[in-house]
């Protein structure tokens, strides 16, 4: 459908039906979502410095946290539409004649797409201060992304990481998590204005670094170089290296 396909693929047949469901989403339709590990959570609840408003997100979370590619209930519409203008859902059970909420929270959908039916699960946390019906509304698109990953909707961001990755399956998700921290500490090394700024980040990463494989150690390595230089290049002032705090270094 873009242009960028059309180049790829000069003469395909367009992909039409449920073979579109599992094309894979242009970036700009992936967001963000933040996803902090307990312990995380009670740092920065604990200590609001260990918190940032976060460039990638725009949320406010811990410095660490990771982030996980998903898409959001618009672009899944919008793919949904593409795909079958007359798709639909519908609860899996109604009680007093409303979608039957479990016991949880949480709520079971069918969802129709080219005349095929399939089921999903939908769940969210309640959140303080969270508007009236905001989390049901939640549940709803969390149903709708579980039952279109059904028919292989963005099923390549689903395999890198689950939505809700909880403290048991973390493990499974460490490799990627590891990827989305090198996202993360690539943003936040971008956001050092100062060589001194990007010290004190070095310093103050240094045991998320230390934590890293030797893969994603080097690309942090090699970006926190590329900024340093870019940052040295531009400094009007001389700002003295403290190459004692290397957080690289392999003894660590
Ligand atoms: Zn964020």
Same mark, same amino acid.
């Given at each position: 459908?873009?242009?960028?396909?059309?180049?790829?693929?000069?003469?395909?047949?367009?992909?039409?039906?449920?073979?579109?469901?599992?094309?894979?989403?242009?970036?700009? @339709?992936?967001?963000?979502?933040?996803?902090?590990?307990?312990? @995380?959570?009670?740092?920065?609840?604990?200590?609001?410095?260990?918190?940032?408003?976060? @460039?990638?997100?725009?949320?406010?979370?811990?410095?660490?946290?990771?982030?996980?590619?998903?898409?959001?209930?618009?672009?899944?519409?919008?793919?949904?539409?593409?795909?079958?203008?007359?798709?639909?859902?519908?609860?899996?059970?109604?009680?007093?004649?409303?979608?039957?909420?479990?016991?949880?929270?949480?709520?079971?959908?069918?969802?129709?797409?080219?005349?095929?039916?399939?089921?999903?699960?939908?769940?969210?946390?309640?959140?303080? @201060?969270?508007?009236?019906?905001?989390?049901?509304?939640?549940?709803?698109?969390?149903?709708?992304?579980?039952?279109?990953?059904?028919?292989?909707?963005?099923?390549?961001?689903?395999?890198?990481?689950?939505?809700?990755?909880?403290?048991?399956?973390?493990?499974?998700?460490?490799?990627?998590?590891?990827?989305?921290?090198?996202?993360?500490?690539?943003?936040?090394?971008?956001?050092?204005?100062?060589?001194?700024?990007?010290?004190?980040?070095?310093?103050?990463?240094?045991?998320?670094?230390?934590?890293?494989?030797?893969?994603?150690?080097?690309?942090?390595?090699?970006?926190?170089?590329?900024?340093?230089?870019?940052?040295?290049?531009?400094?009007?002032?001389?700002?003295?290296?403290?190459?004692?705090?290397?957080?690289?270094?392999?003894?660590?």
């Amino acid at each position: 459908m873009s242009a960028n396909n059309n180049a790829e693929k000069p003469k395909a047949e367009p992909v039409t039906g449920l073979d579109l469901l599992r094309q894979p989403f242009p970036a700009h @339709q992936i967001s963000k979502l933040p996803k902090e590990t307990k312990k @995380q959570r009670e740092e920065r609840e604990a200590d609001r410095s260990k918190g940032i408003n976060c @460039q990638v997100c725009g949320g406010w979370h811990h410095r660490n946290a990771v982030h996980l590619d998903y898409v959001g209930h618009a672009a899944l519409t919008d793919r949904l539409l593409d795909t079958d203008p007359l798709w639909s859902w519908e609860p899996a059970a109604f009680r007093d004649g409303l979608p039957a909420f479990d016991n949880t929270g949480g709520l079971w959908i069918k969802l129709t797409v080219c005349g095929v039916t399939r089921l999903g699960y939908g769940h969210a946390a309640a959140k303080p @201060q969270m508007d009236p019906g905001a989390r049901e509304k939640e549940v709803i698109g969390d149903a709708l992304r579980n039952a279109a990953m059904r028919f292989g909707a963005a099923l390549d961001l689903w395999h890198k990481g689950d939505l809700h990755l909880t403290e048991d399956t973390a493990d499974d998700a460490k490799d990627d998590a590891a990827s989305a921290a090198v996202l993360a500490a690539g943003v936040a090394i971008d956001l050092c204005k100062t060589e001194s700024a990007l010290t004190k980040w070095s310093a103050s990463n240094a045991e998320m670094i230390a934590k890293l494989d030797a893969k994603d150690k080097t690309e942090v390595r090699r970006l926190y170089g590329v900024r340093l230089e870019k940052l040295r290049n531009a400094s009007r002032e001389d700002i003295v290296a403290d190459n004692a705090s290397d957080p690289f270094s392999e003894a660590a």
